[in-house]
């Protein structure tokens, strides 16, 4: 069994979240940007299917009223595949459904400044096995893989309230490309397993010449499957990020570094069908400005179809 196979989800999500300009680093995640499900070389051929679900809130302060919370929630429901072209590569595709909704909290006084539901920037990625050994007698194999993707600009970036833009950070969108380049390694000796990740990711500026920090982010787990149909596993994973620009100048209240505790727990409901559900805390959050960062949900069912 390969460790953690997830995918196909149903998720349903409740949050609080940012306003006026709103300053929170809304499309950092921390980990790995690809999914469990390439952490093992596949059989050519192979593809799989599935849905994840996300939520997270996120609040900050803003720089241009003092004293005003913004707060942003965010729930995405994500359509995923991934295919093994060979047997020691893989290819994965996201596609978003994002639904933000923006809220400032001026002295008490709470004011709705967006609530938008759409197609967010859709993910594509490859993940390369350089190195691949397996010991049969000891029941283990060591894994080493080279991953590159990007973001695209699909999701919408200009939507306006009243003829005013909505804030950069309420858009479905980010308007711009976010290639990244990451590193992997994993072992395997039944029932155990672990891996390593580090991701670079970088943001290019868009049209408003607002650009999103760079990004680097970490991950390190731990993995234990008694079964060949269940398996939990815990995790440390992190991001440090930069604080975005606009026309080059420095937006406050935005980048900084969060490392979350991430437990999570699968189990196979069918040979092909897989239910997966993880939570991530943070434990240390040292973020730029005022800003607050609450846990993310995320829940997954992954169908192999092939």
């Given at each position: ?5 997830l995918?196909?989800?149903?998720a349903?999500v ?5 306003a ?16 469990a ?8 051929g192979?593809?799989?299917?599935g849905v ?7 609040t900050?302060?803003s ?8 707060r ?8 995923i595949?991934a295919?093994?072209p060979?047997?020691?590569?893989n ?7 994002v639904h ?17 539901t759409?197609?967010?920037?859709v993910?594509l ?14 029941r283990?194999?060591?894994?080493v893989?080279v ?6 600009p ?6 306006s309230?009243?003829?005013v ?5 309420g ?6 490309f ?17 891996y ?11 049209s ?5 920090g760079w990004?680097v982010?970490w991950?390190?787990?731990g ?12 995790a440390?994973e992190?991001?440090?990020?930069a ?15 969060v490392v ?11 040979d092909?069908l897989?239910?997966?559900?993880r939570?991530q805390?943070?434990?240390?959050v ?11 949900y ?9």
């Amino acid at each position: 069994m390969t460790s953690r196979t997830l995918l196909l989800l149903t998720a349903t999500v409740l949050g609080l979240a940012a306003a006026r300009p709103a300053r929170a680093c809304s499309v950092c995640g921390c980990g790995d940007p690809m999914l469990a499900i390439t952490e093992a070389a596949g059989m050519g051929g192979d593809l799989q299917l599935g849905v994840q679900g996300e939520a997270l809130t996120m609040t900050a302060g803003s720089d241009e009223a003092p004293g005003v919370l913004d707060r942003l929630s965010q729930q995405t429901v994500r359509a995923i595949a991934a295919y093994s072209p060979g047997d020691y590569w893989n290819l994965s595709l996201q596609i978003p459904i994002v639904h933000k909704r923006l809220v400032s909290d001026d002295a008490g006084v709470t004011t709705v400044t967006s609530d938008l539901t759409g197609l967010g920037d859709v993910e594509l990625g490859a993940r390369v096995f350089v190195f691949d050994a397996a010991r049969l007698a000891e029941r283990r194999r060591d894994t080493v893989a080279v991953s590159v993707g990007t973001s695209l600009p699909t999701g919408a970036s200009d939507t306006s309230e009243g003829g005013v833009r909505i804030d950069q950070h309420g858009q479905l969108g980010t308007g711009a490309f976010g290639p990244y380049v990451g590193l992997l390694y994993r072992v395997r000796k039944d029932p155990f397993g672990a891996y390593l990740t580090a991701t670079v990711r970088y943001r290019t500026e868009n049209s408003y010449n607002y650009r999103f920090g760079w990004a680097v982010l970490w991950a390190a787990e731990g993995q234990y499957e008694p079964t060949d149909w269940a398996g939990v596993a815990l995790a440390i994973e992190g991001r440090r990020a930069a604080a975005d620009t606009a026309a080059g100048e420095t937006v406050g209240s935005t980048g900084g570094t969060v490392v979350a505790v991430s437990p999570s727990a699968h189990v196979r409901l069918l040979d092909v069908l897989w239910l997966g559900a993880r939570v991530q805390v943070p434990a240390v959050v040292s973020l730029y400005g005022q800003q607050k960062v609450g846990p993310t949900y995320l829940l997954d069912i992954q169908v192999k179809a092939l």
